[in-house]
T-cell receptor, first 112, second 114 residues
Framework: LAKTTQPISMDSYEGQEVNITCSHN???????ITWYQQFPSQGPRFIIQ???TKVTNEVASLFIPADRKSSTLSLPRVSLSDTAVYYC?????????????FGKGTRLSVIA | NAGVMQNPRHLVRRRGQEARLRCSPM?????VYWYRQLPEEGLKFMVY????????ESGMPKERFSAEFPKEGPSILRIQQVVRGDSAAYFC????????????FGPGTRLTVT
């Protein structure tokens, strides 16, 4: 499993764009990059997943450079309700025997 | 489409008792995962099951813990002879077979051992 490194915490003001970068230097060819969000006392929630270049959905964008050794989750115009822990995971999408490995994530605090 | 359901949401057990946690996956999902989360920690994978099969239990302690996902009914995580160190939030997730990394999590069961 590719190991991931992401900042422990980040602060942002409401209305700003937040970019959280995750390093995964030993990502394998079959690995996908997936981000989850977790609010206190709740289970994680799937945000976005990608393999290369850029993926966008109604919640966030995911930027993946050509070498795929890092990825950046971009949250546009954050609000107080975006305060949560964000996890970056890397693994093979169809590997039936590979569990999800959650690190400690990035704790995002949005300030009014 | 109802999400992943877990019950009970809160469970208090005395040391030595058994804890039984239930998880009903989302409709159409045949893969179930159990995770444990200690306060201020990330989630730790415990076990991955498909109907009537344990696929990967590498994260589950060898003693006192067991899991099943029968043909009918919810998945069960059973902890026998609980100890204080078992106090944690236990999350269940499910996924469709074609997207194993797109897991949908339940609200969790908070186990407190007194």
């Amino acid at each position: 499993l590719a190991k991931t490194t992401q900042p422990i915490s980040m602060d942002s003001y409401e209305g700003q764009e937040v970019n959280i970068t995750c390093s995964h230097n030993n990502i394998a060819t079959n690995d996908y990059i997936t981000w989850y969000q977790q609010f206190p006392s709740q289970g994680p929630r799937f945000i976005i997943q990608g393999y290369k270049t850029k993926v966008t959905n109604e919640v966030a964008s995911l930027f993946i450079p050509a070498d795929r050794k890092s990825s950046t989750l971009s949250l546009p115009r954050v609000s107080l309700s975006d305060t949560a822990v964000y996890y970056c995971l890397v693994g093979a999408l169809y590997s039936g025997n590979t569990p999800l490995v959650f690190g400690k994530g990035t704790r995002l605090s949005v300030i009014a | 489409n109802a999400g992943v359901m877990q019950n009970p949401r809160h469970l208090v057990r005395r040391r030595g008792q058994e804890a039984r946690l239930r998880c009903s996956p989302m409709k159409g999902h045949s893969h179930v995962y159990w995770y444990r989360q200690l306060p201020e920690e990330g989630l730790k994978f415990m076990v991955y099951l498909q109907k009537e099969n344990i696929i990967d239990e590498s994260g589950m302690p060898k003693e006192r813990f067991s899991a099943e996902f029968p043909k009918e009914g919810p998945s069960i995580l059973r902890i026998q002879q609980v100890v204080r160190g078992d106090s944690a939030a236990y999350f269940c997730a499910s996924s469709p077979p074609e997207a194993l990394y797109e897991q949908y999590f339940g609200p969790g069961t908070r186990l407190t051992v007194t």
